[in-house]
């Protein structure tokens, strides 16, 4: 049964309880969900965004078994095919249905999902569409995360539609959000994956949204927020410029050595107030590498040499870190290698973008020797030194 929300505005999406990974690329604790949502104004209907291909089927059948004859508008606010791509479907369903969405959307539901520009209605930032008792502002936003990304506020009710912006793969019975350390873990892995890229332009609409103070925010991933402070306060922090005093230890070691110098490096750290966060990149949840991405500032990668250059998984790690743009200001790398090769040159190449500031790597033929092991403490000041110029020691 869809669930009403607010007066004549209802729930209509579906957990995804059997998904195991997003994107191909971020395991999922416990699925997730595709929010959709009906409006019904006193004289049109409108959805907004739609549902995930797999189950058309079932979210069709939806709008018979909870009674709804008619569809007057489709709001799509971004064009992904999570949430655009039953929009094909629906507009068979009720051919009398029109998409609504901004001229970016637009071209991409076009491209994408074949649908005619005749039953495409383009909007502008803040027009307004009338469903009676009801009027539908948008919001065009940008980069949250595609370009074609828009709000749909309801203006008499105070809320406001976000599609992915404040989202969290997340399964639910209660479309209310319920602050616990389980969806507060599954929003950060979120942002993670698909907002922090976008960081300056997440500031920009949680500034905005704090400024217009909805009574309720309502992602199209995850569970409704009638208190959305406690979203918007996660992403002031999670979106924010400043790391903490944070280092992540990406590792991945062969035959112990590498290991071991992160573990000496993590302790003496400890030992000057910095804490670490220790990954193995064989073995590892990419979802923990993700949510440790978010929150640190010093960067160092341990990898062991497959023959004449770092471990394929240390690439994959440098690549994902490159891509997602944390806030990191500071990085080196550690390793260990029986015979020749440049262990460093290609990682750090990889990390170029992120334009921070490398410390000299410690490279080490086997097991680490006490001269190493002086590097290593020389790594650890020099860390130390560096964050406490940030502020954050
Ligand atoms: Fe949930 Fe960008 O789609």
Redesign the pocket.
Known sequence: MFKEIKKNIFYAGMNDEGRLIFDELIPLDKGTS?NSYIILGSEKTAVVDTMYPKFTREYLKSFDDNGIKKVDYIIAN?G????SGSIPALLEKFPNAIVVTNAVCAGNIKEMLGVNSDKIKIIKNDEELSLGDKTLQFKIAPGV??PD?MFTYVKEDNIIFT??FL?AHYIFDDVFAVPSKDLEKSAKKYFAE?MMPFSSVCRKYTAMLKELKPDMVLP??GPVHKNPSYILDLYEDWAGEKGKNLVLLPFVSMYNSTEIMIDYLADKLKEKGIPSVKYDMVTGNLGDLAIALVDGTTLVMGTSMVLAGPHPAAFNTAYLASILRPKFKIASFIGSFGWGGNLFGKMADMLAPLKLDIIEPIQVKGLAKPDDYAKLDKMAEEIYNKHKELGLV
Do not use: N, R
């Open positions: 595709y971004h992904e095919q999570d949430h995360h595609w990304t599609c992915d989202g698909i199209s991933h």
